[in-house]
């Protein structure tokens, strides 16, 4: 039966090529973590925050891997932060250039 699944995947067929894809690769599946931290507002809340995600790490309250995956929320949140930063930067300059225009 499995040999008839992989023929008729390699043929084409694609829900054979799913199902022996799910065999070969479970697929993953996070958990739900719960992780008690401040709320973060501004670039100021960010180190706080990576400790929280280090000490709970440490503990064993979460996985490394856990852990990595808060840490990378926290810098998409600092790319945010800055980007906002700069736009409102850039407005400001904008709007002094015109005025002095």
Do not use: W
Not at 9 to 37: I, Y
Not at 66 to 87: C, M, N, P, Q, S
């Amino acid at each position: 039966m499995t040999r008839k699944a992989v023929e008729l995947a390699l043929e084409g067929n694609t829900a054979a090529l799913r199902m022996c894809l799910d065999r070969l690769m479970v697929p993953r599946r996070d958990r739900a973590v719960a992780l008690a931290m401040q709320q973060v507002r501004d670039a100021g809340d960010l180190a706080p925050a990576m400790a929280a995600i280090m000490t709970a790490a440490g503990r064993g309250e979460i996985s490394p891997g856990e852990g990595l995956g808060y840490a990378r929320l926290v810098d998409v949140l600092l790319k945010a932060i800055d980007a906002h930063g700069f736009e409102q930067r850039l407005q400001e300059l904008e709007k002094r250039t015109a005025a002095s225009s």
